[in-house]
């Protein structure tokens, strides 16, 4: 499969080829992910709920996240990497945003950024755009505002706010975004928000109308089950396969089962009868 870019990313919207993306944060996922075909890994701050045991992704540093993004991407994927711009690493002025989306690419191999919210943080897309850095947005529930939001409650449920939603999107795309991630809104909102832009969308719990979707891994794998959001669709379950090997596995140590034979290596027969002939038997 041909590396994606940013560009191939866009000329899917305009071929009408829906979008893949999922979330990745280590080497061995990300590997899986490319070898089938997704289009974007998104090393999402949900790292946080996901691998560092933290309630919320308001915890996760910049640090972090570019320790995981640079795992992603020594698994040199052919998906487009893109690195999640973890909470206050890139509101506090335009020079902090551009030192921290510089280092997602520099030290984490991340090939774009992502960045929640529109507003004031347009204009911090278009600076971290001019500097030459493409930029995924991210509108609807935006979860490091979690606390300002009221928790994670649907966006967009009325048509004033829809109309809101899509004019955070027309200037997310003016200021240069590449993409666009809307989370937890009505599909109906999802789609205007879709006709409105040329950018492509990508929905999460957003419903079927956007250009494409995206889904932490470790959620639709069955893995992580703190929290079960009605968007969520489990794929596996994982996590019942691990405890089925992990309660084989003891057992079989408890037992004697293993390491069998087939697990183990074995000295020549002489080299065996030399070691055995040092020790004494017992008196
Ligand atoms: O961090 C993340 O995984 C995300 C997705 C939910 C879009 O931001």
């Not at 998906?79 to 335009?94: A, E, H, N």
């Not at 999107?169 to 809104?185: C, D, H, N, W, Y």
């Not at 087939?262 to 030399?274: A, D, I, K, P, Y």
Request: net charge negative; hydrophobic share 40%; with cysteine.
């Amino acid at each position: 499969m041909a590396r994606k870019t940013t560009h191939s990313i866009r000329l899917m919207k305009k071929k009408g080829k829906k979008i893949v993306m999922l979330t990745s944060y280590d080497a061995p996922t990300a590997a899986i992910l490319s070898e089938v075909g997704v289009d974007m890994i998104l090393v999402g701050d949900s790292v946080g709920n996901c691998l560092l045991g933290y309630e919320s992704t308001i915890p996760v540093t910049l640090e972090d996240v570019i320790h995981h993004c640079a795992a992603v991407s020594r698994a040199k994927p052919d998906c487009l990497i893109v690195g999640d711009m973890p909470f206050m690493s890139y509101k506090i002025s335009t020079e902090q945003a551009l030192e921290n989306c510089g280092l997602m690419l520099q030290e984490g191999g991340a090939e774009a950024v992502k960045i929640e919210g529109a507003g004031p943080v347009a204009d911090i897309v278009q600076s971290v755009v001019d500097a030459g850095i493409p930029v995924m947005g991210h509108i609807g529930l935006t979860p490091q505002s979690i606390y300002q939001l009221g928790g994670y409650r649907v966006q967009g449920r009325t048509a004033d706010m829809a109309g809101k939603l899509i004019e955070q999107a027309t200037q997310l795309e003016q200021a240069g975004a590449f993409s666009l991630v809307i989370e937890l809104v009505p599909s109906e909102t999802a789609k205007a928000i879709t006709e409105a832009v040329d950018i492509p969308t990508i929905g999460i719990g957003a419903g079927p109308y956007c250009d494409g979707q995206v889904l932490v891994l470790w959620d639709m794998l069955g893995l992580f089950e703190d929290f079960k959001p009605k968007f969520v669709k489990k794929y596996a379950n994982v996590r019942d396969l691990i405890k089925t090997a992990v309660t084989d596995y003891a057992n079989e140590v408890r037992n004697g089962v293993f390491p069998d034979e087939e697990h183990s290596f074995e000295m020549t027969e002489e080299e065996s009868g030399r070691l055995y002939g040092r020790i004494k038997p017992p008196e």
